[in-house]
């Protein structure tokens, strides 16, 4: 997915299996990443650089860090 998930048609995200997320602070962007399974305000707490990566069919979810 991208930086602004909301902007994504519904059918395209319907179909994604894996989702990374960088820090996301607007309301409807954190809305669609949990959606899909994604701890929105653990996604609006990372800092800079780091990720929250999940799986959207096990849900797995692996944490990590750019630079």
């Given at each position: 997915m991208c930086q602004m998930p909301n902007k994504l048609p519904e059918a395209i995200?319907?179909?994604?299996t894996e989702l990374v997320c960088f820090s996301l602070q607007g309301a409807n962007g954190l809305d669609r990443v949990a959606d899909k399974g994604a701890d929105s305000d653990a996604v609006a707490a990372l800092p800079k650089g780091s990720f929250l990566a999940y799986n959207c069919d096990s849900g797995g979810q692996l944490a990590g860090r750019l630079f």
């Open positions: 995200t319907n179909e994604a």
